[in-house]
């Protein structure tokens, strides 16, 4: 069984079923919209009607799809073998997995299908499929494995078809290996092979796409446009840093347009049967936020506020500074010794404010350094080119 999931197992999704007959190599796949009992019976009696052989035994995997009252009945019914392999023993399944990785993930890919035009999609490429393997795609059967110490010598035989190894085999009737003749006769590799390619980019066009109708749908903004709309999805602090008011009240623009654009974009998706889930991965953002889109009825307005200024009155500042200058002898001048004073004089702040105050007057000054030439150009753009930047970057 391969899962086309993609990187979520959230949701419903299509599987493949993969039979493949250890003697010969012949392989059958199958898709399904459910990992269920039901589907797994329904694509068994499927494959079964273009086997060239019948079914004797069937051996899975320990999945609950396959370990149920369903699937025993099935087998009973129809006196095929039933076994399992031990749990947590994937090797045992060797010889499917293999086919799971060289046939399935090459052709198919780990993208995430579902719906029923995806599955329409994928049953037409593995009609073409099975015919390019079972008939075309030799491969080696291991004959002898000889170990002697550490290295391992590995016999095979000669690459065959699964279709050769069917001609080859006393347990094909003469009349199957007939019809199995005709049909070889018929087919072209590479035509086979380029209706193949054909179809994995039709199957690619549905790749990661939510089971919708196309009725009702609308055109989706697409808020990706402007560069500036993903920024609209970051928090706003990290957007006013460093900025002079002019860039604010731009960026204030721009984040109130962008995000109006978004809120459309969310309730179009929503209109169209898109889930809150999928349109959160859609636009990457928190499914709270699709959420709230969703609520509002009008698109929410930021406002992106400057820092809050910490100086104070000039005033204190020259108080504190002549406490300073009047010390006498061993008088204490910290900072809990002035804030009494200032205190006392009706100021309202705290000790921290008062060392922020000492520690500005016992600041020396800066050495002045001419900013280099990429630090003035930075800043002519971003004060008076700051539209136009925005709009080329």
């Not at 073409?128 to 002898?144: D, E, G, I, M």
């Not at 989706?220 to 008011?245: C, E, F, I, Q, Y």
């Not at 804030?339 to 922020?356: C, I």
């Not at 500005?360 to 080119?385: C, F, G």
Request: proline share 4%.
């Amino acid at each position: 069984m391969v899962a086309h999931c993609g990187d979520r197992v959230a949701g419903n999704f299509l599987n493949t079923l993969v039979l493949t007959d250890v003697n010969t190599g012949w392989t059958e796949f199958a898709p399904l919209f459910r990992k269920s009992d039901d589907d797994v019976a329904a694509a068994l009696d499927a494959i079964s009607n273009v086997l060239p052989f019948p079914i004797l035994g069937l051996d899975s995997d320990n999945g609950s799809e396959f370990i149920n009252e369903r699937i025993f009945s099935y087998c009973e019914d129809r006196k095929i073998t039933f076994t399992r392999s031990r749990p947590y023993k994937k090797n045992d399944q060797a010889h499917v997995e293999q086919k799971n990785g060289n046939i399935i993930r090459r052709t198919v890919g780990y993208e995430r299908f579902q719906g029923a035009d995806a599955w329409n999609r994928i049953l037409k490429l593995y009609r073409v499929l099975r015919l390019y393997t079972n008939f075309y795609q030799p491969s080696c059967k291991l004959l002898a494995k000889v170990r002697t110490g550490a290295k391992v010598t590995k016999t095979y035989d000669d690459a065959k078809t699964p279709y050769q190894r069917l001609m080859e085999s006393s347990d094909l009737p003469s009349k199957a290996k007939k019809v199995l003749a005709a049909q070889y006769n018929s087919l072209d590799p590479v035509s086979l092979f380029a209706q193949i390619g054909q179809l994995q980019a039709h199957l690619l066009c549905v790749a990661d796409q939510e089971d919708q109708s196309d009725e009702g749908t609308d055109t989706l903004v697409k808020p990706v446009d402007n560069p500036l709309t993903l920024t609209a999805l970051r928090p706003a602090r990290k957007l006013k840093r460093g900025r002079s008011s002019r860039e604010l009240l731009l960026l204030e623009q721009h984040l109130s347009e962008s995000r109006a654009d978004i809120r459309k974009t969310v309730q179009i998706l929503y209109k169209n049967k898109t889930s809150i889930s999928a349109i959160a991965r859609q636009l990457e953002m928190s499914r709270n936020t699709v959420a709230k889109y969703l609520r509002d009825p009008e698109a929410p307005k930021y406002r992106l506020t400057k820092p809050r200024s910490r100086t104070l009155s000039t005033i204190w500042h020259d108080k504190v500074k002549l406490l300073i200058s009047e010390k006498k002898g061993t008088e204490e001048h910290s900072a809990s010794a002035i804030l009494k004073k200032l205190k006392a004089d009706g100021f309202a702040g705290s000790r921290g404010t008062v060392r922020n105050i000492i520690a500005d007057i016992n600041a020396k000054p800066r050495r002045q350094v001419k900013e280099p030439q990429q630090n003035q150009i930075h800043k002519i753009l971003m004060s008076e080119e700051l539209p136009a930047l925005a709009a080329t970057r």
